[in-house]
């Protein structure tokens, strides 16, 4: 059975540490990437006894295009454009084959984004 603890699995807030263990993460790494979401208002935190984050609207109410970006658009594909060497009449080629490909295939996967959302990834509710 999954032990991983989703905030939309919950009625409260999680704590930092609660969420990190779960994901394998370090308490303050997962601030700072969930300080995204909260600036683009898909959570929202509270300090203190009792605090905790918490999702800020419904689940089916949020794209995954919605956190790519509230996450700073991180590149999508480990291969791409190459600058190390800009006077390399190889790399420009290169560069150039690829551009139109990585772009087309980019253009796709944002296109999905939009259209799932993160009700449609998480299980129903775990008995309590």
Known sequence: MCKCNHMGQFDGPLTSETLARSMGANPAVFRRTMAGLREAGLVKSAKGHGG???????????????????????????????????DCKAQKRVNTALSGTMGKAESLFLSQFAQVTLGQLLPERPQR
């Not at 996450?71 to 600058?83: D, E, T, Y």
Request: aromatic share 8%; hydrophobic share 45%.
């Open 52 to 86: 905790g984050w918490q999702l800020a609207r419904p689940l089916d109410g949020i794209p995954l295009l919605a956190v790519y970006e509230a996450l700073g658009r991180p590149a999508l594909f480990a291969i791409g454009n190459r600058s190390e060497h800009p």
